[in-house]
C-alpha cells in the first residue's frame, strides 16, 4: 500500500511516497481502507522534528485521522463493523496511508449526509474545541479570543463560542478575507496576529483565550487576560512558548490568572465520542460548519504541508489515497 512517511525531519521535501505491507487486524482492532485523510498541525510540528525528543524518528508514518470503510475486523471485534463508513482516531501515526488498522474503540460510524473529509475536519478539533472552551470554564456573556481561528480547531471554537452566548467573538487572523470568513462563523471582531486591531469598538481585554498558535507571542496575549481570566493552550502550531513565559502570570498576580494546557487525550473515551456523536449530527444536519480548504491526493501530501507552513490553509487539508 501507498503511506507517507518522514524520510527527513525539516521542510515538506523531507516527506516521501513509499511502499508498505498492506497491515492487519489485531485483537480488538479493525481495517479500515482510507478514503479521506486529515492533515492536522500536529503533523507539521511532528515533521519538522519538534517533537523527536518525545521519541519521534524519522521514517514515522504521518496521519492521525482517517475517514473510511472498515474491510475487517480483529478478533473480538463485532463482525458488523465490516462494511461500515467510520471515522476514526489513528493516534498519532499510521493514518497517512491506502490502510490503517485502529482500534476499535477508537471508531466511530458517521451519519447519513456527511462526507469523510468533513469527518476528518470535525472528528478531532471538535472535540478539542468543546472540551477546551470547558476546561476555560466558559460562560454566556464573556468575552473569547480564539488565537488562530483559521484552523480547524479554532474554526470550530468560533462556532461553539458564538452560539454558546459569547458577549463577544475575537479572533486573529492574517487577511482581512480571512477575517470576513471568520465573521460569518460567529466572530464578531478581527485582530491581526500580535492581536491588535484599529477597530475601536474591539475588545482589549479577554475573560477566555483559545490558544492553539503557542509561539513566542503567547506571554503577550497572557497580558490581555481580564481580572479571573482564563488561558486554555490547546496547540502549539507555533512552536513552544518562552520558557519563561510563566513569570508574566506572576507579575499579574493580582488578577487571578490562570493557565491550562489542554490535550484530548485526558478525556475520557465514552465523553469524546458522546461529544463526537452529537456534532457529526450537527454537521450533517448543516448546523455546524466544517471547511475543507482543498482534497489532494496522497502523494501530493508535501504540497499540503508547504501551504500549511505558508499560513495559507483556512479550515484543513485532505488527502485522498
Not at 527527513?8 to 492487519?24: H, K, Q, R, W
Not at 475517514?67 to 498519532?92: C, K, P, Q
Not at 491588535?196 to 513566542?216: C, H, L, N, Y
Amino acid at each position: 500500500m501507498k503511506a507517507v512517511v518522514i524520510r527527513t525531519f525539516g521542510a515538506p521535501e523531507g516527506l516521501e511516497v513509499v511502499d508498505l505491507p498492506a497491515p492487519l487486524p489485531g485483537a480488538g482492532e479493525v481495517l479500515i481502507a482510507t478514503g479521506a485523510i486529515g492533515v492536522g498541525g500536529v503533523d507539521a510540528v511532528i515533521r519538522r522534528g519538534a517533537l523527536a525528543a518525545y521519541g519521534f524518528r524519522e521514517g514515522h508514518l504521518l496521519g492521525s485521522e482517517v475517514a473510511g470503510t472498515v474491510t475487517a475486523v480483529g478478533e473480538g471485534v463485532d463482525a458488523s463493523w465490516t462494511g461500515r463508513r467510520v471515522w476514526a482516531f489513528t493516534g498519532l501515526s499510521g493514518g497517512c496511508a491506502e490502510q490503517a488498522v485502529v482500534r476499535v474503540q477508537d471508531v466511530h460510524a458517521l451519519p447519513d449526509g456527511l462526507s469523510g473529509a468533513d469527518a476528518v475536519t470535525l472528528g478531532g478539533s471538535g472535540v478539542v474545541a468543546h472540551f477546551a472552551l470547558r476546561k476555560a470554564h466558559f460562560a454566556p456573556g464573556e468575552t473569547v479570543l480564539v488565537r488562530g481561528a483559521a484552523g480547524s480547531i479554532g474554526v470550530t471554537a468560533v462556532q461553539l463560542a458564538a452560539r454558546g452566548g459569547a458577549g463577544a467573538v475575537a479572533v486573529t487572523t492574517s487577511s482581512e478575507e480571512r477575517g470576513g470568513r471568520l465573521r460569518e462563523l460567529g466572530a464578531t471582531h478581527v485582530l491581526d496576529r500580535s492581536g491588535k486591531s484599529d477597530d475601536p469598538d474591539a475588545p482589549t481585554g479577554f475573560d477566555v483565550v483559545i490558544d492553539v498558535v503557542g509561539g513566542p507571542g503567547l506571554p503577550d496575549v497572557l497580558d490581555a487576560l481580564n481580572a479571573d481570566g482564563r488561558y486554555v493552550l490547546a496547540g502549539v502550531v507555533g512552536g513552544q512558548p518562552p520558557e519563561e513565559f510563566g513569570m508574566r502570570l506572576v507579575h499579574g498576580f493580582r488578577k487571578s490568572l490562570t493557565f491550562a494546557t489542554f490535550s484530548a487525550d485526558t478525556v475520557p473515551d465514552p465523553d469524546r465520542q458522546a461529544v463526537r456523536a452529537e456534532q457529526f449530527a450537527e454537521a450533517a444536519r448543516g448546523e455546524l460548519r466544517t471547511v475543507v480548504h482543498d482534497v489532494l491526493p496522497l502523494d501530493r501530501a508535501a504540497d499540503a504541508h508547504h501551504a500549511m507552513d505558508a499560513g495559507e490553509v483556512f479550515g484543513r487539508v485532505v488527502l485522498t489515497p
